[in-house]
């Protein structure tokens, strides 16, 4: 071969091998500009991997999903907004997997549970109710505006629209499910402890350490063992800015309430992530019983009102926000002394500090006076009264009253010379907190024996129900101004205000007659209107 020959025989397979060699290029390209849907997953993927796995705990038959696993699943991406507590609003673009997903796989979905708790790797726990659960979606993700997360963050963030951003956990390594029928023991709320005068009625209080402040606190397991009755529950918390948060019993037993200071009354742990702390606490609701700060709800501002020139809080409108319903409400103080109050005359009462930070009830002018409670300790709904005066003498075996009750017409006795004012008995508070019981008479008119059944309520009855310690003398005066004063040792258990006589109601002006079981009726009053205690 001719050295011509060979450099074309050289160069033709240059030629060939530089064309392979392009094409293979060329196709490598088309492939990789052309990738699958699977590709596509597993190539954003890819970058994301985390040892260990996310738990999910309270159910009966617990699982874990490894976070590569959870990162392999179906992707959504979303927009959501968020408050934090000192109300900055932030929105994001989040990437994750959805919880409901995951559930599904296990053949649950969120809705099953009454709620469920967020648990992250430093002990963050917060959790999530049914109205949440029922209404948002919850997702797991592992990307925020486009990039991984940071990596204390890691390996996943919930992320929930339009909630506070204490709802966005970060780090999360549990989801802790509550079940309707998880085994708490639950009570209908039945009373409300008042927190400022609880602080000055024995519990200890510890110095607590917030941030650069030295304030006291209170153990919450002093306050519980103290006030609740019945129940644990949730824990239910609401902050005077609206925020509200349910909690783990053993995390709120377990915790502290910061009674002075920055935040006061804040709910925090010598031990608890900040991120746990409740600033502001208005209300804590723990089985049958609702702790409330009066100044905290004073500084909400809906359930404010005044009587005369005082400020304070609706009692109403409290014990609707506890769910406390009831036809009588006891309140107490830090002392002992006890009132019971209806529902209707709470309309015009409200709850506010005293001078020296206590609770105290404040009621206007047409009411008792003793029901301007101070140092207001807990007001407590009581079972209600028999539905009759029947019922009342049936329940304590007393006596047996008339049908005649049924139809008995109005009458009010005020009594005056009281330590707190006068009070005004009236027919339905008798017949509602006093005992019907009947008194057989036979008394001397002209020489003729005169017997009579009479049906009415102990005037001592009364008086213990008045608060009334100790007296010298009544004075008992008529509508049309009679009157007779009576020595104590002249008042036994049969001296009654009379309201039936022989199975009618009395038949006398104010329908009230002062009865003895005396041989002459010398001391007994028709029409009796008021009553004066000595």
Known sequence: MSKQLKKMFVLLMICTMLMAGCQSATDKAAEASAPTEASEQASANDVLHYEGSLSFTGIAEPFEVSYDDIYAMPAVEASVHNVSSSGEEADDDVKGV?????????????????????????GYAIDVTADILNSKDIILAYEFDGAPLEEKQMPLRAAIDDVRSMYYVSNLVEIAAISDNAEVTESVPAKLVLLETAYASGIEKESFTYYESEDESVLMS?????????????????????????????????????????????????????????????????????????????????????????????????????GIKGDVFKFSDNTGYEVEITKEELASGILRLSDDGTAAAKFDESMPKKYNVKNLLTIEAIAAATDSAADAAEATGTAEASDATATLPEWTVTFDGLSDGSFDLTSEKAARKLTLVSLHTENTKNDEKKPNDWEGYRVLEILDFLHVEDFNALVITAGDGYEVELPKDQIDDETIFAVIKNGEPVKTENLVQFVQNTEFSTTWVKGVVKITVK
């Open 98 to 122: 959805l919880l409901e997903t995951i559930l599904a796989e296990h053949g649950m979905t969120q809705k099953d549970f009454s709620a469920i708790r967020l648990i992250a790797g430093d």
């Open 222 to 322: 002093d306050l519980v063992d103290a006030y609740v009755t019945e129940g644990k529950g949730i824990p239910a918390f609401k902050a005077n800015d609206g925020f509200e948060k349910s909690e783990d019993y053993d995390v709120v037993y377990s915790g502290y309430l910061k009674i002075t200071g920055e935040d006061a009354p804040l709910f925090t742990g010598k031990d608890l992530p900040k991120g746990m702390n409740v600033k502001s606490v208005m209300t804590l609701g723990i089985g049958d019983t609702t702790f409330v700060s009066v100044g905290s709800a004073l500084a909400y501002g809906q359930m404010n009102s005044t009587v005369g020139d005082v400020e304070g809080i609706k009692i109403t409108d409290v014990l609707a926000a506890a």
